[in-house]
């Protein structure tokens, strides 16, 4: 199995065209990876989770993280791997 992580550090936040575009690059996997981290320092748009909720009917889960969960996990120490099960419990709703 397979984890995509991909990241963005622009000065808005991410649009829909970002999310359509990663879910492809997880469809392309061809099943070898259904977990990707959408990194978006600045946030993602209304329109960016829309889509993500109507891809979870898919067979993948895309989490996305901004700047509060990258800061979160670096002040985790050693609890990370539960601070990014939060994470990734809270993409599943």
Known sequence: QY?????KNWSKPVGVDEATRFAGKLEKRHGRCTLGFFVAM?????????ELRLLSKSSFLVVPL???DIDALV???????????QMHDRAMV
């Open 42 to 50: 600045n946030g993602v748009t209304a329109p960016f989770r829309e």
């Open 75 to 85: 002040a985790a120490n050693g609890q990370r791997s539960e601070r990014l099960k």
């Open 66 to 68: 901004d700047q509060a």
């Open 3 to 7: 984890i995509l992580v991909e990241c």
